[in-house]
């Protein structure tokens, strides 16, 4: 009688060193059952010189000279759920790709932190003071701020960012009003906590009406520069723009003029339109200077980076990469393939 085949113990590639110390939470969720090894270089070099002996790599970013070089890969595994840095279409066929949220939370907690810190003038306050002006006290006649509560915050999406954000707005009793492209019945919006849904045309309603914008919006061809000169109009003067998404949903240059001429009170921006081309280099987020205005919070692509969201993601990685060895389905699929549709062992 022929004993089953087993296909040799398959490996698992970490790569970049910002996941060094989640490597070892992985090592116990997978077990014995996969060999995992870390990468910290993640250049386009070194990539394809460990590439071809990994079953699954889990990575941000994949380009096609990569992908080439791929010979065993069955899934890729992006540690986020942004899957614009992967050139699908460079793969092969078999591989599955999965992504995975789980930061909606921690960036449900940031939209709501920089609706606070802007509307109250936090970062001003702190700045004045830390040199002596007492400008901004009640003493000095400096005018009150707003409250949040009974002010409406502009939703662009309700995925699992939007719907968490929600909540938190409401707890703050705020009225929201969101854009979605797939509009719930209205009968779920009391279980969503929206007050009103409206389709992708109705974006300068939402814009219009909100004293608080967050942009929720993945980005692909269709959202690029959602928000652009003619939306940032719409917009009240005294409405901020908060944007934990992607940068490019929100056109650099109409973004940096609304701020800059005061169309919009001020914006709190997270994810930009420029990044390191490596560890540790000094490069500014854009090649225009938000960092010389005074009306804007700048974050380095932090909102959803928390304890407990890379515990989420991890144990979700865990799970997939469990998943593909016992043939069962994936969780995330972004791209399906023929890699985990059979048990690892046959």
Same mark, same amino acid.
């Given at each position: 009688?022929?004993?089953?085949? *087993?296909?040799?113990?398959?490996?698992?590639?970490?790569?970049?060193?910002?996941?060094?110390?989640?490597?070892?939470?992985?090592?116990?969720?997978?077990?014995?059952?996969?060999?995992?090894?870390?990468?910290?270089?993640?250049?386009?070099?070194?990539?394809?010189?460990?590439? @071809?002996?990994?079953?699954?790599?889990? =990575?941000?970013?994949?380009?096609?000279?990569?992908?080439?070089?791929?010979?065993?890969?069955?899934?890729?595994?992006? $540690?986020?759920?942004?899957? /614009?840095?992967?050139?699908?279409?460079?793969?092969? /066929?078999?591989?599955?790709?999965?992504?995975?949220?789980? !930061?909606?939370?921690?960036?449900?907690?940031?939209?709501?932190?920089?609706?606070?810190?802007? =509307?109250?003038?936090?970062?001003?306050? /702190?700045?004045?003071?830390?040199?002596?002006?007492?400008? !901004?006290?009640? #003493?000095?006649?400096?005018?009150?701020?707003?409250?949040?509560?009974?002010?409406?915050? @502009?939703?662009?999406?309700?995925?699992?960012?939007?719907?968490?954000?929600?909540?938190?707005?409401?707890?703050?009793?705020?009225?929201?009003?969101?854009?979605?492209?797939?509009?719930?019945?209205?009968?779920?919006?009391?279980?969503?906590?929206?007050? !009103?849904? %409206?389709?992708?045309?109705?974006?300068?309603?939402?814009?219009?009406? #909100?004293?608080? *914008?967050?942009?929720?919006?993945?980005?692909?061809?269709?959202?690029?520069?959602?928000?652009?000169?003619?939306?940032?109009?719409? +917009?009240?003067?005294?409405?901020?723009?908060?944007?934990?998404?992607?940068?490019?949903?929100?056109?650099?240059?109409?973004?940096?003029?609304?701020?800059?001429?005061? *169309?919009?009170?001020?914006?709190?921006?997270?994810?930009?339109?420029?990044?390191?081309?490596?560890?540790?280099?000094?490069? =500014?987020?854009?090649?225009? $200077?938000?960092?010389?205005?005074?009306?804007?919070?700048?974050?380095? !692509?932090?909102?959803?980076?928390?304890?407990? =969201? +890379?515990?989420?993601? +991890?144990? %979700?990685?865990?799970?997939?990469?469990?998943?593909?060895?016992?043939?069962?389905?994936?969780?995330?699929?972004?791209?399906?393939?023929?890699?985990?549709?059979?048990?690892?062992?046959?």
């Amino acid at each position: 009688m022929n004993s089953p085949s *087993v296909l040799p113990e398959p490996t698992v590639l970490t790569v970049g060193q910002w996941l060094e110390p989640y490597v070892s939470r992985l090592v116990g969720l997978v077990g014995h059952r996969a060999n995992v090894e870390f990468l910290a270089d993640d250049s386009v070099d070194s990539l394809v010189s460990r590439i @071809g002996g990994a079953d699954v790599v889990i =990575t941000t970013w994949m380009d096609a000279p990569v992908a080439a070089a791929a010979n065993r890969l069955r899934l890729l595994q992006v $540690p986020g759920s942004g899957v /614009d840095r992967i050139d699908l279409d460079a793969l092969p /066929d078999r591989v599955v790709v999965a992504n995975c949220y789980e !930061h909606e939370y921690g960036i449900a907690e940031y939209i709501m932190m920089q609706a606070l810190a802007l =509307t109250r003038g936090l970062v001003g306050m /702190d700045s004045a003071l830390r040199s002596g002006d007492w400008c !901004h006290s009640a #003493a000095s006649g400096d005018p009150p701020r707003p409250e949040l509560r009974g002010r409406t915050l @502009g939703l662009l999406g309700l995925g699992h960012i939007g719907r968490a954000t929600a909540v938190l707005a409401k707890a703050f009793q705020m009225r929201t009003v969101a854009m979605t492209r797939s509009v719930p019945p209205e009968s779920m919006w009391p279980d969503l906590a929206v007050d !009103h849904v %409206v389709p992708p045309d109705g974006l300068l309603d939402v814009l219009s009406a #909100a004293d608080v *914008v967050a942009v929720a919006l993945p980005l692909d061809p269709s959202t690029r520069s959602t928000i652009g000169e003619r939306e940032l109009a719409s +917009m009240r003067r005294t409405a901020y723009l908060v944007n934990p998404a992607r940068g490019a949903v929100v056109d650099e240059a109409a973004l940096y003029d609304a701020l800059s001429r005061g *169309v919009i009170a001020g914006a709190a921006i997270d994810t930009w339109y420029r990044y390191p081309a490596r560890d540790g280099e000094r490069i =500014t987020p854009s090649r225009l $200077p938000f960092e010389r205005l005074t009306n804007v919070i700048m974050t380095p !692509h932090i909102a959803g980076y928390t304890a407990q =969201t +890379m515990d989420r993601r +991890m144990d %979700v990685i865990g799970r997939n990469i469990v998943a593909m060895l016992d043939g069962r389905p994936i969780e995330n699929v972004v791209r399906p393939g023929g890699g985990p549709n059979a048990p690892w062992s046959a």
